[in-house]
Every structure is written in structure tokens, then in C-alpha cells.
């Protein structure tokens, strides 16, 4: 099964570092991982999507929150919030291709169908810009592919995901709101010794003040 996480961490070096031996420790495959800055001074957003069993989510999520960089973490639903993906497509277009000289209209209306935006236009080939759901992006290539164009390259940036509402980065329900407020913090869940994730930089606080 698939996870979401979306997680507020400091912007220090080494700490995406520390967030992929994390879920190496944990066993558990990391999908996709996107980061950049965030409305917050001083911090960057991670989107994590890895494939875990679904009760593994709560130890994934504890674990995040057991890093001293970690800000919120947050689990994020197809239906509790907007996930998007950004893909650069290049297909060969030239004369020599299915469609010969019609070869780029057909991409064109393939494009308008699909809502891509046409990024670049060379002599053999065409650029693809596309913003939407994996399943699009995916709808989208096996198009090209099933009507016999060659796809010469493919840039995927990965999942991108923020919760629905007036959440903004205090998303109530990584933080257990109590009565709805963004304000109402509760602790961060508990883990068993056995679940704790040991600092593998000692003294990197220290160092870094």
C-alpha cells in the first residue's frame, strides 16, 4: 500500500540524509520524495510517498517525529487532500516517425486532450509538460507508446501533496487537535524502545551551533 507523508523539516544540511536512512532502518522502499522551501523561514517540505503495509503508517509517522529536524508530519489521503505530480515528456517527432509529417499534430491533439503544454519544439522532437494525478502522467505515456511513438525521455518530479481546508502547514490532524484549533498541539505519538531510531550523527546539533 501506498503512503503519503508530508513533513515540515529544518533546512540544516544532512537532512534528507537522515530521513532516507530512516525509512532504510525501517525496511520500508521510498517511492518518490520531493523537497523545497516552505512558507515557513527556515524550513523545507518534504512529500514522502513510500509502499508499506497499512499498519505500518503510525510507525512511520512516530518514527518522523523522533528526528530532532522534524517540524510536523502529516499522512496525507487521496480524499483529504490535492496530490499532483509535474512530467517532462520528449518524443521523437520527425518525419521518419508513425505519422510522418503529421506525426506532431497528432501529439498536439494528444497534448490538448490530455492538458499538456508543449514546452519545446525541435526538429525531431516535441517536450511535454504535464501536471496531474500518476494516473494521467501513466494515461498519458502508454497513449504514446500504444500509437507507436518513441519516448526519448521521461522527468518525473514525484508526488507533491498539501491537505484540503484551512490547514495551511498545522495540519489538526498530525498534531491531535483536541477541539479543531491549530493551536491545540498534543505530544507527539509514543514508540516502544524497540521503534526508537537511534541519532546516527551525534553531535550534529552541537556542531551546527
Same mark, same amino acid.
Given at each position: 500500500?501506498?503512503?503519503?507523508?508530508?513533513?515540515?523539516?529544518?533546512?540544516?544540511? =544532512?537532512?534528507?540524509?537522515?530521513?532516507? !536512512?530512516?525509512? %532504510? %532502518?525501517? #525496511? +520500508? #522502499?521510498?517511492?518518490?520524495?520531493?523537497?523545497? /522551501?516552505?512558507?515557513?523561514?527556515?524550513?523545507?517540505?518534504?512529500?514522502? $510517498?513510500?509502499?508499506?503495509?497499512?499498519?505500518?503508517?503510525?510507525?512511520?509517522?512516530?518514527?518522523?517525529?523522533?528526528?530532532?529536524?522534524?517540524?510536523?508530519?502529516?499522512?496525507?489521503?487521496?480524499?483529504?487532500?490535492?496530490?499532483?505530480?509535474?512530467?517532462?515528456?520528449?518524443?521523437?517527432? =520527425?518525419?521518419?516517425?508513425? #505519422?510522418?509529417?503529421?506525426?506532431?499534430?497528432? +501529439?498536439?491533439?494528444?497534448?490538448?486532450?490530455?492538458?499538456?503544454?508543449? $514546452?519545446?519544439?525541435?526538429? /525531431?522532437?516535441?517536450?511535454?509538460?504535464?501536471?496531474?494525478?500518476? !494516473?494521467?502522467? /501513466?494515461?498519458?505515456?502508454?497513449?504514446?507508446?500504444?500509437? =507507436?511513438?518513441?519516448?526519448?525521455? $521521461?522527468? %518525473?518530479? =514525484?508526488?507533491?501533496?498539501?491537505?484540503?481546508?484551512?490547514?495551511?502547514?498545522? $495540519?489538526?490532524?498530525?498534531?491531535?487537535?483536541?477541539?479543531? !484549533?491549530?493551536?491545540?498541539?498534543?505530544?507527539?505519538?509514543?514508540? !516502544?524502545?524497540?521503534?526508537?531510531?537511534? #541519532?546516527?550523527?551525534?553531535?550534529?546539533?552541537?556542531?551546527?551551533?
Amino acid at each position: 500500500m501506498l503512503h503519503t507523508f508530508v513533513a515540515l523539516v529544518q533546512d540544516k544540511p =544532512g537532512v534528507l540524509t537522515r530521513v532516507a !536512512s530512516l525509512f %532504510r %532502518r525501517l #525496511n +520500508i #522502499n521510498i517511492v518518490s520524495l520531493t523537497v523545497g /522551501e516552505s512558507e515557513r523561514p527556515d524550513t523545507s517540505r518534504m512529500t514522502i $510517498v513510500c509502499e508499506a503495509p497499512d499498519t505500518a503508517a503510525h510507525r512511520i509517522r512516530a518514527s518522523l517525529y523522533k528526528l530532532e529536524i522534524t517540524v510536523d508530519v502529516d499522512e496525507v489521503g487521496r480524499s483529504e487532500g490535492v496530490i499532483r505530480e509535474l512530467c517532462l515528456i520528449k518524443v521523437a517527432a =520527425g518525419p521518419n516517425e508513425p #505519422n510522418g509529417i503529421h506525426s506532431r499534430s497528432h +501529439i498536439f491533439e494528444l497534448a490538448t486532450v490530455f492538458h499538456a503544454r508543449v $514546452v519545446d519544439l525541435a526538429t /525531431e522532437s516535441i517536450m511535454l509538460e504535464l501536471t496531474g494525478s500518476s !494516473s494521467k502522467i /501513466e494515461g498519458l505515456i502508454q497513449v504514446l507508446r500504444e500509437s =507507436g511513438y518513441e519516448i526519448l525521455e $521521461v522527468s %518525473r518530479t =514525484g508526488r507533491m501533496a498539501m491537505r484540503r481546508g484551512k490547514h495551511t502547514s498545522r $495540519v489538526l490532524k498530525a498534531l491531535g487537535t483536541a477541539n479543531g !484549533s491549530a493551536d491545540t498541539m498534543a505530544p507527539p505519538p509514543k514508540l !516502544s524502545k524497540d521503534e526508537i531510531i537511534p #541519532n546516527e550523527f551525534p553531535g550534529l546539533e552541537e556542531e551546527e551551533e
